[in-house]
């Protein structure tokens, strides 16, 4: 996604606020918690990824994903709704609707029924996270599978923290620049400078969410407010 190595922008970052390269390696460390913290506070389509094939046995009720789970090495932000279930022949396809897992709904609650005869094509699913692994979730579907089926998922991760010479995921190379200018402010006390920087920071990131998650077809469910196309033109 960038265009630079970590390495080298958090460098023109420390070079941009006059502060000696000696303190590279705090100002990594806070760029780091920066970026994982961008990437927590907004879905952003370039950390959208999809799983296709994921195997769901007969016999199964549940699936875990995320943090090494699932083949999925990264830490999962989100599974987006639906996940969509089909077998091998591509005869059998729905949609898995995603309810929240303090729903009151008891049928849709697979630990409430017996699973000797609670089985079928799944059609619901409660997603949990683990209760010690961030980033690791739990899919509970509504039915024991009544034979294999194949899954297709819709998620969004947070990447891993970037070593030096990788290249970010982030599509804006002047705002890490900027959060590394920032950091190294802040590293070093320079609190007034520090502020006056922290607001073009937060400015560029605003804009970032409209330059690059505006791209046609990205946002279109975002704008689907379910009025009737009858009524409303």
Same mark, same amino acid.
């Given at each position: 996604?960038? +265009?630079?190595?970590?390495?080298?922008?958090?460098?023109?970052?420390?070079?941009?606020?006059?502060?000696?390269?000696?303190?590279?390696?705090?100002?990594? &460390?806070?760029?780091?918690?920066?970026?994982? +913290?961008?990437?927590? !506070?907004?879905?952003?389509?370039?950390?959208?990824?999809?799983?296709?094939?994921?195997?769901?046995?007969?016999?199964?009720?549940?699936?875990?994903?995320?943090?090494?789970?699932?083949?999925?090495? &990264? &830490?999962?932000?989100?599974?987006?709704? $639906?996940?969509?279930? =089909?077998?091998?022949?591509?005869?059998?396809?729905?949609?898995?609707?995603?309810?929240?897992?303090?729903?009151?709904?008891?049928?849709?609650?697979?630990?409430?029924?017996?699973?000797? +005869?609670?089985?079928?094509?799944?059609?619901?699913?409660?997603?949990?996270?683990?209760?010690?692994?961030?980033?690791?979730?739990? %899919?509970?579907?509504?039915? %024991?599978?009544?034979?294999? =089926?194949?899954?297709?998922?819709?998620?969004?991760?947070?990447?891993?923290?970037?070593?030096?010479?990788?290249?970010?995921?982030? $599509?804006?190379?002047?705002?890490?620049?900027?959060?590394?200018?920032?950091?190294?402010?802040?590293?070093?006390?320079?609190?007034?400078?520090?502020? &006056?920087?922290?607001?073009?920071? %937060? +400015?560029?990131?605003?804009?970032?969410? %409209?330059?690059?998650?505006?791209?046609?077809?990205?946002?279109?469910?975002?704008?689907?407010? !379910?009025?009737?196309?009858?009524?409303?033109?």
């Amino acid at each position: 996604m960038a +265009s630079k190595t970590f390495t080298v922008m958090v460098s023109q970052g420390l070079t941009e606020a006059g502060v000696a390269s000696s303190q590279l390696a705090a100002v990594k &460390e806070m760029v780091k918690d920066w970026l994982r +913290s961008t990437y927590a !506070g907004f879905l952003w389509p370039f950390l959208r990824r999809e799983k296709l094939a994921i195997a769901l046995g007969s016999g199964v009720s549940y699936l875990e994903f995320g943090m090494g789970s699932g083949s999925i090495t &990264e &830490e999962i932000q989100r599974i987006n709704d $639906p996940i969509k279930i =089909y077998d091998s022949e591509y005869r059998t396809r729905e949609n898995i609707r995603i309810t929240t897992d303090w729903s009151n709904d008891l049928d849709s609650d697979s630990d409430l029924i017996d699973p000797t +005869s609670n089985t079928g094509l799944p059609t619901k699913a409660r997603v949990v996270p683990d209760a010690t692994l961030r980033g690791k979730w739990k %899919v509970v579907f509504n039915y %024991v599978a009544d034979r294999a =089926y194949l899954l297709k998922m819709s998620y969004h991760v947070i990447p891993n923290a970037p070593a030096d010479g990788d290249y970010p995921i982030y $599509p804006n190379d002047a705002t890490i620049v900027q959060a590394a200018n920032c950091a190294a402010l802040k590293h070093m006390k320079r609190m007034d400078e520090y502020r &006056e920087d922290l607001k073009i920071l %937060v +400015s560029k990131v605003r804009e970032d969410r %409209v330059k690059y998650c505006e791209a046609p077809g990205i946002n279109d469910m975002i704008g689907n407010f !379910g009025l009737d196309s009858r009524t409303f033109k």
